[in-house]
């Protein structure tokens, strides 16, 4: 996975994706940065990535196949 971190007008913005896959890029989870604990992503966040790589996973499979790893 990778995340990329941009700062815009004092606002950081985040989008977190996948390039593991060969024949699809998933955009897991986009946000705006709102972390009162400094650079640290909030649990909630780090969760829904986790949730959505796994249907990104389910997803690619049944689009393409299992992937190669």
């Known amino acids: ?32 940065k709102k972390s009162p604990s400094g650079i640290r992503t909030a649990k909630r966040d780090v969760d829904l990535v986790a949730e959505r790589l796994k249907t990104a996973q389910r997803d690619h499979e049944e689009h393409y196949g299992k992937s190669k790893r």
């Open 1 to 32: 996975m990778l995340e990329i971190v941009e700062s815009h007008d004092g606002s950081a913005y985040r989008a977190v994706y996948t390039v593991r896959f060969e024949k699809a890029v998933y955009v897991l989870h986009a946000f705006q």
